[in-house]
């Protein structure tokens, strides 16, 4: 807590994926908006990349008479090429998208500049390096030129920036506004997601691990200089969650602030909305396994799902896989499972075949070849979940109890084959599971929870470690699992989730109804009305800092 409560004027944030729906941060952002602008009503300006060019962002709402004079200023005089108009998410926010391929003919005098001042190693960059770079300091110069139209200088101004992609923005604010309060949070540190993502263990070694000498060994220089600079010189540094707290303190070198992530929940349907969206998905989700595996499904199948990004050994896929294995192979086990692996993957085309077959009208007879994805990939032999369900012999025959179906779309509604969002299809599961082993926060389980489908995590995942703390009794009884999960316990975790998968195949209909509320009363204890006290914690902490300085 802060020493003194400011009255705060104007609040900038900007990500990545503000209006750019790429990963969980955009859920962050998009669900905290509502109460963000209900506190600050019209004083929260997000700001985002503008990657859509000519085309319509399916989230953006451009408004040409807001803040008509300022960009006047901003596009005449400060030559910046930006829109202007409201987030189209709950509390629609001011939003700014920003074209910054002008910042590329001076991307090597910006480097030099934050060599100079920051010691930002920006030589061995690679990859989405110069992309986020040059879209952090554009929002540095959209910061700067609000600041100086509307005369902010004696006001409480925050710039808040969210990951390592946005840390040159946060330095050219220090350097060009040094009376604006700035925030910085990481997610997920770099050093961290490469050492867990390149197979080395992460926890049982992390006091020993050295920030600067691992992004040397693993090729992350640049991403980490950046990172680390944004971090020691932040006014407030922040990140999500406890486990990634003790993670930034050893690789980054400071201590930061935990802001819990929220999540909006006015739009997850309730009572006979969410009971008609319930059976809406499952006949979604059983007719498209119906299509694939050649024959009829008894509509009390038990739906498993997993989702998010294709992290193999990062989001725990390769558990999931080997348990439905071993919950394959369970003779008590009197009811059949299906598995949705819902994971976007590099995909060729929604299946032709199986559409034909959705389209079709008679009873499906035989299967499919390949039943068990629902769209080609252009990496079909060296896919690794597809690999590891062929080494399972997981082949979703008639005779077989489980069956596994990589969904590798992203599901935003016109995939071609369910047409439903990941919402709209999460809502019929039955349980869920997200075994992670590197997860900073973890909406998907949280996510799960706020559309009552009771959930399995994990204690490497901050919003597994933050259940745990509220005390989760064994078993699937108070709608939630969080397993314990280490370096090597592989074959443990496995095993108690095809455990409580099979709990779950034993529930009445009116244990699952139980099951379902209490994961609702879990989730509502998670929601921005609890957490954003947080942020407002933080932000006070970072002027108070900026007082002090």
């Given at each position: 807590m802060s020493d003194n409560n400011y009255k705060i004027d104007y609040i900038f944030e900007t990500s990545w994926e503000v209006c750019n729906k790429v990963g969980g941060i955009y859920t962050v952002l998009s669900t905290r908006a509502k109460v963000m602008q209900d506190t600050y009503t019209d004083k929260v300006i997000f700001i985002g990349p503008d990657v859509w060019?000519?085309?319509?962002?399916?989230?953006?709402?451009?408004?040409?008479?807001?803040?008509?004079?300022?960009?006047?200023?901003?596009?005449?005089?400060?030559?910046?090429?930006?829109?202007?108009?409201?987030?189209?998410?709950?509390?629609?926010?001011?939003?700014?998208?920003?074209?910054?391929?002008?910042?590329?003919?001076?991307?090597?005098?910006?480097?030099?500049?934050?060599?100079?001042?920051?010691?930002?190693?920006?030589?061995?960059?690679?990859?989405?390096?110069?992309?986020?770079?040059?879209?952090a300091y554009a929002t540095g110069v959209v910061m700067e030129s609000f600041y100086k139209h509307f005369k902010l200088s004696k006001k409480n101004v925050i710039a808040h920036f969210n990951e390592w992609m946005l840390g040159m923005g946060l330095l050219y604010v220090k350097s060009h506004l040094p009376k604006v309060g700035t925030l910085f949070t990481t997610h997920a540190t770099t050093v961290g997601r490469s050492i867990a993502g390149n197979g080395k263990p992460l926890y049982n070694y992390l006091h020993s691990y050295d920030g600067d000498q691992m992004a040397r060994e693993l090729n992350v220089v640049s991403k980490h200089s950046v990172?680390?600079?944004?971090?020691?010189?932040?006014?407030?540094?922040?990140?999500?969650?406890?486990?990634t707290a003790r993670e930034c303190k050893q690789l980054l070198q400071r201590e930061p602030v935990v802001t819990p992530n929220g999540f909006e929940k006015d739009f997850i349907p309730v009572g006979k909305e969410h009971e008609k969206k319930r059976k809406a998905a499952r006949k979604t989700l059983i007719n498209v396994a119906e299509k694939l595996l050649g024959y009829s499904i008894d509509p009390d199948v038990l739906l498993v799902a997993t989702s998010g990004r294709y992290e193999y050994r990062n989001k725990g896929l390769d558990v999931f896989v080997d348990s439905?294995?071993?919950?394959?192979?369970?003779?008590?086990?009197?009811?059949?499972?299906?598995?949705?692996?819902?994971?976007?993957?590099?995909?060729?085309?929604?299946?032709?075949?199986?559409?034909?077959?959705?389209?079709?009208?008679?009873?499906?007879?035989?299967?499919?070849?390949?039943?068990?994805?629902?769209?080609?990939?252009?990496?079909?032999?060296?896919?690794?979940?597809?690999?590891?369900?062929?080494?399972?012999?997981?082949?979703?025959?008639?005779?077989?109890?489980?069956k596994v179906i990589f969904v590798p779309s992203y599901l935003n509604g016109n995939d071609g084959i369910f047409n439903k969002t990941y919402y709209d299809l999460l809502i019929g599961m039955d349980v869920t599971v997200f075994p992670s082993y590197y997860e900073p926060w973890g909406y998907t389980p949280h996510e799960s929870i706020a559309f009552s489908v009771p959930t399995i995590t994990t204690t490497l995942a901050g919003f597994g470690l933050w259940m745990k703390r509220l005390g989760d009794k064994r078993g699937m009884n108070d709608g939630a699992e969080v397993i314990t999960r280490d370096d090597y316990n592989f074959?443990?975790?496995?095993?108690?989730?095809?455990?409580?998968?099979?709990?779950?195949?034993?529930?009445?209909?009116?244990?699952?109804?139980?099951?379902?509320?209490?994961?609702?009363?879990?989730?509502?204890?998670?929601?921005?009305?609890?957490?954003?006290?947080?942020?407002?914690?933080?932000?006070?902490?970072?002027?108070?800092?900026?007082?002090?300085a």
């Open positions: 060019k000519d085309k319509k962002c399916p989230w953006f709402k451009e408004d040409k008479s807001l803040l008509e004079g300022w960009k006047k200023t901003a596009t005449q005089k400060d030559n910046l090429k930006i829109k202007i108009g409201r987030w189209d998410v709950p509390g629609a926010p001011i939003t700014v998208l920003v074209d910054f391929e002008q910042f590329y003919a001076k991307k090597n005098d910006i480097y030099g500049e934050m060599w100079n001042k920051y010691h930002v190693d920006s030589l061995d960059a690679y990859g989405d390096y110069d992309e986020a770079c040059m879209f990172e680390k600079a944004a971090a020691q010189n932040a006014d407030c540094f922040t990140t999500v969650s406890e486990i439905m294995g071993r919950l394959n192979h369970i003779e008590q086990l009197n009811k059949d499972v299906i598995a949705f692996i819902m994971v976007p993957a590099w995909i060729d085309s929604p299946r032709q075949d199986l559409q034909e077959e959705l389209r079709s009208k008679k009873k499906p007879e035989t299967p499919l070849i390949h039943p068990n994805i629902t769209h080609w990939l252009k990496n079909m032999n060296h896919d690794s979940i597809l690999n590891q369900l062929s080494y399972l012999n997981i082949n979703n025959r008639k005779e077989d109890k489980v074959i443990e975790i496995s095993e108690d989730i095809c455990n409580r998968v099979f709990e779950m195949t034993t529930k009445s209909e009116q244990d699952e109804a139980l099951l379902r509320q209490a994961a609702l009363e879990r989730a509502a204890l998670a929601d921005w009305a609890h957490f954003f006290s947080y942020y407002q914690d933080a932000y006070n902490i970072a002027l108070n800092n900026l007082q002090k």
